[in-house]
């Protein structure tokens, strides 16, 4: 039977202090009661009050119950259980029949699964009839264009004093100078253009045959992006909702899972990594990497959480989970949603490599480039690369010796995957920026 | 020079200076390009600029190179530690802070089964005992490599170090001078035969400053068959023209030292038998009862005068001390320099008669002659001191050799023993075992005591090692107790803490010790 590895498990950790604890609770002794079966892990154990706190993992379609007080998702008691599973592999109790708390919440779960789309469809009729609402919506974003179109700009203005200067003088400035400009951005309802303004504070300027490249390709490709929304109307449906999505409009998570218009992909999805980075206002941004087995397409899903506040998607990296995908309206969609989520497994198939070298990925790039000027992380998968250290830097060689650089991983990380690969050629999954590549996952 | 670095050049020292021009860009740009003015210089250079940066990133390759120089790893054949060991492995580096010192027993265990590592431990161990100040960790990791963890630490310089030392090669005709000292100094311990053939070939190649650091390795593990050679080195030493340069005289101290602390060296027999003139034995009741005393001239003689202290000893000409006279001086050097079995041979008694010699001598002159004891109490680390040690502090009570050092030269009760009689500053005594390497099972009977002392202490617990310490060394039967102490409603701070800070954590710890030990059964 399969099950998670610890690893898996340590991945749905919503912070360090819970995966400490649920790594504590991994101990049968502490628990009065454990078993599971195909669907379900269930456990009772000691808490602070009179009655044991009842845990339960959905294993299908990932989720977790506790009755403890936590706030927390998962709980430490759910990590517990899970850890406890790994741990004890194929000697943890197994139960065909489940106890009448396990089932309720079972049955529920499947009803609500069943019950979520026709609750969506109620929404979208009842804001279908909404007239008024809509039309109060278009003289919002009317309003909202002029503001953007406005702010959009003064931005061009001072890209065009920056190079009239000279970029030379970006590392002497004061984040300030920046933060100023992004501000005004954003009072121009155009978080996105405020959010490339502050990547320039983010240049590595510390590297200069580094740091200059950057800073100019990030200022052209800001500059086309203004001339893009200047001359929205010229461009094909798909390329202005990327020109729009780039400025700043967010789409609406309902909205989109109403549209009939838009790409869905049901598939097996391998979820390649989850990478966590904290964003200004207390906001933590999770990404999930996915990659479709049938489809072999890549997809994006973010998740964000305020402070300690739980996030929705429960993906752990190393495991596979049958669902259909939403991609948001692009020429290039990559970003999507889950519309339907299914089994979740442990397990991760052998995948044969899009790419089997470097040359091959060439075209890819070029095609990707050409749909989507401002991609920054461009998800591929390579077979046959082998990992190689070389003084402080790391390459990654295909098999005719052409070697493309590795960034954005740690020293541990790399020095980790080469312990692993043995310095053999395995299949990478990895994003391609600027002259280098970042490995997400690898495979035998 | 490429386009995307003449436009990067020109764009750093602005277009105001000098504009970006169609001729600067390949031919399919300059077409694309064809709509836009050159003379709207800034619009111009970002529209170049974003066309160049999407023509590079679609079309260049990255470079071939040479074949890397990097051999695969061998195949893994030895046996990958099982699942519930190395779950167990994996949270000690993930919490070291609270795990850490656990990882020496499961590394000790692993290498004992003949286990090795997995290979997704690899990294995160090499790396945590690359970095850990414990020698013992450093030393156990090498044992559960395997062919695959000794493949990967050769590669990394950081982790090099940890390799094993049939793994290890060292070219001693090109490393330094302080590669040289390392590697003998690491591989004394393991391999002393080789490590005393390596010096003595380089031996006459090297200068005074370095044989004084290789004397100081070999003191390490002195073998009998070494001794000639130690004896010979302080003899030719002693016939040079430059024997009183101060690095020859350091040199010549430490070798007196050496083979002063050896019974069986030559060197020491014939030391003894200058001595045996200070010590007269007199005979009382037909015989029966003997008294042993010592006796030192005070203008000194033939043997503790300035030539031979000086010259043979490399001692100081004159006394530093107000009250000791010279000969006092050099004799308490030379006491201090031997073996204690120098004292048993030339008394022909046990320490409770060679005690008192000494208490006699040190109250007739009034003076600090009693350092020699001061130097046994500095020297106590050694083994050879334990009789002396037993005995002194059985007749002058335990507070008088109240130093760290003289820890592990007690066996597992007295030392328990001592600490129950004096457990006054425990927690600092057990950090001082442990850094000498002394660790012990706590008996039942010394495990409770301890709990109900540590309970009893006004004292906050934040030292998360000290509870991992007393969890690894404590007695499993002890855990009732520990309950016990856990469910007490807390009537103050201090037993707050107590409970929060060690009852908690050690029961935690403790069952994660039990899964452990079961585990390695």
């Known amino acids: 039977m399969n099950y998670f590895n610890a690893d898996q498990v340590a991945a749905l950790a919503p912070d360090p202090s819970s995966l400490k604890s649920g790594r504590e609770l991994a101990n049968a002794l502490k628990w009065e009661s454990y078993a599971c079966n195909e669907r379900v892990l269930f456990g009772e154990i000691k808490g602070s009050g009179k009655e044991p706190y009842r845990t339960q993992i959905d294993l299908q379609q990932l989720g977790f119950k506790c009755s403890c007080p936590s706030r927390k998702f998962p709980c430490k008691h759910g990590l517990g259980l899970l850890f406890l599973r790994a741990q004890q592999g194929d000697a943890f109790p197994q139960s065909g029949a489940e106890p009448a708390w396990v089932s309720e919440w079972m049955d529920k779960r499947s009803e609500r699964a069943a019950g979520k789309t026709e609750a969506s469809e109620a929404v979208a009729a009842e804001e279908a009839a909404s007239a008024k609402r809509s039309k109060e919506k278009e003289k919002r974003d009317s309003k909202r264009q002029s503001s953007v179109e406005a702010g959009a700009a003064e931005l061009e203005l001072w890209l065009r004093d920056m190079l009239r200067i000279g970029l030379l003088a970006l590392p002497e400035k004061e984040p300030a100078y920046f933060e100023k400009t992004a501000a005004r951005m954003v009072d121009a309802k155009a978080t996105g ?34 001339q893009g929304l200047k001359n929205l109307d010229k461009q094909s449906p798909l390329v202005q909702e990327d020109i729009r999505a780039l400025v700043g409009w967010n789409l609406k998570k309902e909205d989109l899972l109403q549209r009939t218009d838009l790409e869905t992909v049901e598939d097996q999805w391998l979820v390649l990594a989850r990478v966590v980075s904290q964003e200004p206002n207390d906001i933590t941004l999770y990404k999930f990497w996915l990659y479709g087995q049938k489809s072999r397409r890549f997809a994006l899903l973010l998740d964000f959480a305020y402070r300690n506040m ?3 998607t429960l993906l752990a990296p190393g495991t596979s989970v049958d669902a259909t995908l939403v991609y948001y309206p692009s020429n290039w969609p990559l970003r999507a949603l889950v519309k339907t989520q299914g089994e979740t497994s442990p397990e991760m198939p052998v995948l044969q490599p899009e790419f089997p070298s470097w040359v091959s990925v060439q075209p890819y790039i070029a095609q990707v480039i050409s749909r989507m000027p401002w991609a920054t992380e461009i998800p591929i998968m390579v077979g046959a690369l082998r990992l190689i250290p070389q003084e402080e830097r790391w390459f990654l060689y295909d098999e005719e010796n052409a070697a493309m650089e590795v960034k954005g991983a740690s020293s541990d990380e790399l020095w980790d995957i080469l312990a692993q690969t043995g310095g053999r050629a395995v299949s990478f999954f990895l994003l391609r920026s600027d002259h280098s590549v970042k490995p997400l996952a690898w495979q035998f | 020079m490429n386009t995307w670095d003449d436009l990067t050049k020109v764009a750093l020292l602005g277009v105001g200076k000098q504009a970006i021009l169609p001729e600067m860009l390949p031919e399919p740009l300059q077409q694309r390009l064809s709509g836009a003015s050159p003379a709207d210089r800034e619009d111009y250079g970002y529209r170049a600029a974003a066309l160049a940066w999407a023509w590079q990133m679609a079309g260049s390759m990255p470079p071939v190179l040479p074949p890397p120089n990097l051999t695969p790893a061998p195949e893994t054949e030895e046996s990958i530690c099982p699942s519930s060991l190395w779950s167990l492995l994996a949270n000690c580096l993930e919490e070291p802070q609270r795990l850490g010192l656990f990882l020496d027993r499961i590394l000790e265990i692993m290498a004992e089964k003949g286990h090795v590592l997995p290979h997704f431990l690899l990294a995160s161990t090499l790396k945590h005992c690359a970095e850990t100040r414990s020698n013992k960790l450093k030393y156990q990791v090498g044992k559960v490599l395997g062919a695959r963890g000794r493949w990967i630490a050769g590669l990394n310089p950081q982790w090099r170090s940890l390799l094993p030392t049939e793994a290890e090669k060292i070219d001693f005709d090109t490393a330094t001078a302080l590669e040289r000292r390392e590697w003998l100094a690491s591989q004394r311990a393991l391999e002393p035969e080789l490590v005393f053939r390596v010096m003595q070939q380089a031996w006459p190649t090297e200068n005074a400053r370095e044989r004084k650091e290789w004397l100081k390795i070999l003191a390490v593990n002195t073998r009998m068959e070494e001794l000639p050679f130690l004896e010979e080195t302080l003899e030719a ?7 009183d340069r101060p690095a020859n005289l350091e040199l010549r101290h430490i070798l007196c030292t050496l083979l002063l602390r050896r019974p069986d060296a030559a060197f020491f027999s014939q030391v003894k038998a200058q001595l045996a003139n200070y010590v007269s034995t007199q005979s009382a009741m037909l015989g029966l009862v003997k008294k042993t005393s010592l006796k030192i001239p005070a203008q000194g003689d033939d043997f503790l005068c300035k030539e031979v202290m000086t010259e043979t000893f490399a001692l100081d000409p004159v006394s530093p001390y107000k009250g000791w006279t010279d000969s006092e001086f050099w004799f ?5 320099m031997m073996h204690p079995f120098v004292w048993e041979l030339l ?3 046990g320490w409770d008669k060679i005690i008192p010699a000494f208490d006699a001598l040190h109250d007739e002159k009034k003076a600090p002659v009693y350092y020699p004891l001061q ?14 040690v037993i005995t002194i502090a059985q007749q002058k009570g335990l507070e008088v050799l109240m130093t760290p050092e003289m820890f592990p030269a007690l066996s597992t009760p007295e030392l328990e023993q001592f600490l129950m009689n004096g457990a006054q500053k425990f927690a600092t005594d057990l950090n001082t075992l442990q850094a000498y390497g002394r660790e012990w099972d706590f008996s039942l009977v010394f495990s409770k005591y301890i709990l109900k002392y540590l309970s009893q202490q006004k004292v906050i617990y934040s030292d998360s090692r000290f509870v991992q310490k007393i969890a690894l060394m404590i007695h499993p039967g002890i855990i009732t107790d520990i309950r016990e102490l856990e469910s007490v409603v807390p009537e103050d701070y201090y037993t707050q803490s107590f409970q929060y800070q060690f009852v908690k954590p050690l029961i935690h710890l403790l069952q994660f010790r039990a899964q452990m030990e079961k585990a390695l059964k």
């Open chain 2, 332 to 336: 308490g050097q030379l006491a201090g």
């Open chain 2, 375 to 388: 130097q046994l109490q500095l020297a106590i680390g050694e083994t050879c001191y334990r009789p002396a």
């Open chain 1, 193 to 226: 253009l405020g959010n490339w303004v502050l990547g320039f504070t983010k240049l590595p300027y510390t590297h200069p045959r580094q740091w200059q490249g950057q800073a100019l390709s990030q200022a052209a490709r800001l500059y086309l992006l203004i």
């Open chain 2, 237 to 243: 030493i002693l016939q040079s023209k430059d024997k």
């Open chain 2, 347 to 349: 008394f022909d008694a």
């Open chain 1, 310 to 312: 739980p996030i929705q």
